[in-house]
């Protein structure tokens, strides 16, 4: 049996090498960003390196009620939140 699960990367500007490394490991993807520091280009370079598409949610990780939409659209088993100087 298959198992599918879902990963819920947030702040991809600064976290691009982690999608792009789940991405080559065949993971389902879910990127959860606002695009406050870097547009969404950072992403689309991920595709074309890849061959592979994340889910994309635009927003902020603060925002509760967006939050619980995504937690209650996927079922999602793990979460990484990629920090960095703002």
């Known amino acids: ?5 879902w990963l819920l990367v947030a702040r991809v500007t600064c ?6 490394e789940l991405l080559q490991a ?8 606002n695009l406050s520091n870097s547009p969404r280009v950072s992403l689309e ?3 074309v390196i890849t061959g592979k598409q994340a889910v994309f ?8 009620i967006l939050l619980e939409r995504v937690f ?3 079922e999602i088993d793990a979460e ?3 920090l ?3």
């Open 84 to 86: 960095g100087n703002e």
């Open 15 to 20: 976290g691009s090498h982690t999608v792009l």
């Open 26 to 33: 065949n993971h389902n993807i879910i990127v959860l960003d």
């Open 45 to 47: 370079r991920v595709v």
């Open 72 to 74: 209650f659209k996927y």
């Open 57 to 64: 949610i635009e927003g902020d990780i603060r925002n509760k």
């Open 1 to 5: 049996m298959c198992y599918e699960y």
């Open 80 to 82: 990484c939140l990629a």
